[in-house]
């Protein structure tokens, strides 16, 4: 296929040079030059590049976007250490404002770091779109975990193809420099950012509701595909727009499938469940108990279980839930960590019992209701059996989209806007109409409850060479 027109970005203007002879890979939707037409091209935008640069950009074709002013650029020498001297002391990709990634994305501002990589605001200068884009850190475990992180977005992106069930999307991943890249749809402020502009005074029942309906809809497409998100907390929770209070769930770079269980310290504190502090076996329930925990967090303001450490964190659980069952610590690897077992009484005593302030916590010593500082019965029960020790008591995603709770929701805030809903006869929502009859069907089903113990890890042959960006 010839004559196709060969168009460079530079610093948001675009330049033709012309129809000239080239080769369509319709496979990778690459178009491609020989080399001596990449040099004549290249030597257009030579004043951006840096002498690395120079030679690296032959590898890449179209272009879209070189960056600005070469002596910003990180001068990078080639067989250096430190990737060239593009990564820091922690294999971190050292970035400039306004430099590209790929040749394509042109970086705006940092959007935040993470134990995985850093998450940036970039223009797509492919699509003109602007998209949040994960730099993964350089190095094999952290890659390992990123090609499964990859595994579980692709699912999602083919589980919810009309975006209706809350999980962030997906656009596409790639290598550059030996990091992978991981691009993501562009959405609004994260509910902590929201807590923390409103005072930590919390959110309306209603408001706290649409987002719980929220919620399960992606928790439920990850428990019919057996995955732990494993990181579900209202910093990864995320507002869809600035005008929307609809929720999308994102950062699944702690994620995992049930049976392909890598990690075994997961979950931040505040929203980590007590199977994975004792050393049972985890999977799906892990993320119901972080949703509990969030919804009283959103109504409060604040944590429910503030803990600076993991045997706090075990002292505010008892306090509200007694001694886990003994069915449970019998189980566990780390029982002894946490609880004395007298064998006269045949019982199991904590260990501790002061705060971080030197408070006496009792086991059952405070109520749920106390905790979640509201009166609603059916947000209490809710709330109890997100929250239940005992993982295979929990509530499922889609029991709790069955809960009174959530059928009593009539129109949660991101339906608001010229939207009703019509609920199908066991309390489910059936679909949700809009003013010009467009109609989105929603289906809830369940698998059994489970724990999976394998820790089978990913291959890295499951994801092709062409796919990751090696070849």
């Given at each position: 296929?010839?004559n196709h027109p060969l168009?460079?970005?530079?610093?948001?203007?675009?330049?033709?040079?012309?129809?000239?002879?080239?080769?369509?890979?319709?496979?990778?939707?690459?178009?491609?030059?020989?080399?001596?037409?990449?040099?004549?091209?290249?030597?257009?935008?030579?004043?951006?590049?840096?002498?690395?640069?120079?030679?690296?950009?032959?590898?890449?074709?179209?272009?879209?976007?070189?960056?600005?002013?070469?002596?910003?650029?990180?001068?990078?020498?080639?067989?250096?250490?430190?990737?060239?001297?593009?990564?820091?002391?922690?294999?971190?990709?050292?970035?400039?404002?306004?430099?590209?990634?790929?040749?394509?994305?042109?970086?705006?501002?940092?959007?935040?770091?993470?134990?995985?990589?850093d998450v940036y605001k970039?223009?797509?200068?492919?699509?003109?779109?602007?998209?949040?884009?994960?730099?993964?850190?350089?190095?094999?475990?952290?890659?390992?975990?990123?090609?499964?992180?990859?595994?579980?977005?692709?699912?999602?992106?083919?589980?919810?193809?009309?975006?209706?069930?809350?999980?962030?999307?997906?656009?596409?991943?790639?290598?550059?420099?030996?990091?992978?890249?991981?691009?993501?749809?562009?959405?609004?402020?994260?509910?902590?950012?929201?807590?923390?502009?409103?005072?930590?005074?919390?959110?309306?029942?209603?408001?706290?509701?649409?987002?719980?309906?929220?919620?399960?809809?992606?928790?439920?497409?990850?428990?019919?595909?057996?995955?732990?998100?494993?990181?579900?907390?209202?910093?990864?929770?995320?507002?869809?727009?600035?005008?929307?209070?609809?929720?999308?769930?994102?950062?699944?770079?702690?994620?995992?499938?049930?049976?392909?269980?890598?990690?075994?310290?997961?979950?931040?504190?505040?929203?980590?469940?007590?199977?994975?502090?004792?050393?049972?076996?985890?999977?799906?329930?892990?993320?119901?108990?972080?949703?509990?925990?969030?919804?009283?967090?959103?109504?409060?303001?604040?944590?429910?279980?503030?803990?600076?450490?993991?045997?706090?964190?075990?002292?505010?659980?008892?306090?509200?839930?007694?001694?886990?069952?003994?069915?449970?610590?019998?189980?566990?690897?780390?029982?002894?960590?946490?609880?004395?077992?007298?064998?006269?009484?045949?019982?199991?005593?904590?260990?501790?019992?002061?705060?971080?302030?030197g408070k006496r916590r009792?086991?059952?010593?405070?109520?749920?209701?106390?905790?979640?500082?509201?009166?609603?019965?059916?947000?209490?029960?809710?709330?109890?059996?997100?929250?239940?020790?005992?993982?295979?008591?929990?509530?499922?995603?889609?029991?709790?989209?069955?809960?009174?709770?959530?059928?009593?929701?009539?129109?949660?805030?991101?339906?608001?806007?010229?939207?009703?809903?019509?609920?199908?006869?066991?309390?489910?929502?059936?679909?949700?109409?809009?003013?010009?009859?467009?109609?989105?069907?929603?289906?809830?089903?369940?698998?059994?409850?489970?724990?999976?113990?394998?820790?089978?890890?990913?291959?890295?042959?499951?994801?092709?060479?062409?796919?990751?960006?090696?070849?």
């Open positions: 296929m010839g168009e460079i970005t530079m610093m948001g203007m675009k330049c033709s040079k012309g129809d000239r002879t080239m080769s369509f890979d319709t496979q990778n939707n690459v178009i491609s030059i020989d080399k001596a037409e990449k040099m004549s091209v290249h030597s257009t935008i030579h004043q951006f590049l840096s002498p690395y640069e120079r030679e690296e950009i032959l590898q890449y074709s179209p272009i879209y976007y070189a960056g600005e002013n070469c002596m910003s650029k990180i001068q990078a020498i080639p067989g250096t250490e430190k990737n060239c001297g593009y990564d820091d002391s922690n294999a971190r990709y050292i970035t400039r404002s306004k430099d590209h990634i790929m040749y394509r994305y042109e970086l705006i501002t940092d959007l935040g770091k993470g134990a995985f990589g970039a223009l797509d200068h492919a699509t003109g779109e602007i998209v949040a884009l994960k730099i993964i850190r350089n190095e094999r475990r952290f890659h390992r975990q990123a090609k499964i992180e990859v595994k579980v977005l692709e699912t999602l992106r083919e589980q919810d193809v009309d975006g209706t069930n809350a999980c962030v999307h997906m656009r596409d991943y790639f290598v550059f420099r030996d990091h992978l890249c991981i691009t993501f749809e562009m959405h609004g402020n994260d509910l902590y950012t929201q807590l923390k502009l409103g005072k930590f005074a919390g959110f309306s029942q209603d408001h706290v509701k649409g987002i719980a309906f929220d919620t399960l809809k992606c928790l439920d497409v990850l428990y019919n595909n057996r995955i732990v998100h494993a990181d579900l907390k209202p910093e990864n929770m995320l507002m869809k727009s600035r005008n929307s209070e609809e929720v999308k769930i994102i950062d699944f770079g702690s994620s995992c499938f049930a049976h392909e269980k890598v990690h075994t310290y997961i979950q931040s504190r505040y929203y980590r469940s007590p199977e994975i502090m004792l050393g049972l076996g985890y999977g799906t329930p892990i993320d119901m108990w972080s949703l509990g925990c969030i919804m009283v967090e959103l109504t409060t303001g604040t944590p429910i279980f503030p803990a600076k450490d993991e045997h706090e964190l075990m002292v505010l659980q008892t306090e509200i839930f007694g001694v886990p069952p003994e069915s449970l610590l019998r189980r566990a690897h780390r029982t002894d960590e946490f609880f004395s077992y007298d064998r006269n009484q045949n019982t199991y005593t904590p260990r501790h019992y002061l705060d971080r302030k009792l086991p059952n010593g405070k109520t749920l209701e106390e905790a979640c500082q509201v009166k609603d019965p059916l947000f209490i029960d809710f709330v109890r059996r997100c929250l239940a020790v005992d993982p295979a008591k929990r509530m499922t995603p889609s029991e709790a989209l069955q809960h009174d709770y959530i059928t009593t929701l009539v129109y949660p805030p991101c339906y608001r806007n010229g939207l009703k809903r019509s609920w199908s006869e066991n309390g489910l929502v059936a679909k949700i109409i809009s003013k010009n009859s467009l109609t989105n069907s929603s289906k809830y089903s369940g698998s059994e409850k489970s724990l999976n113990d394998s820790g089978i890890s990913i291959s890295p042959k499951e994801i092709s060479p062409h796919a990751m960006g090696f070849c």
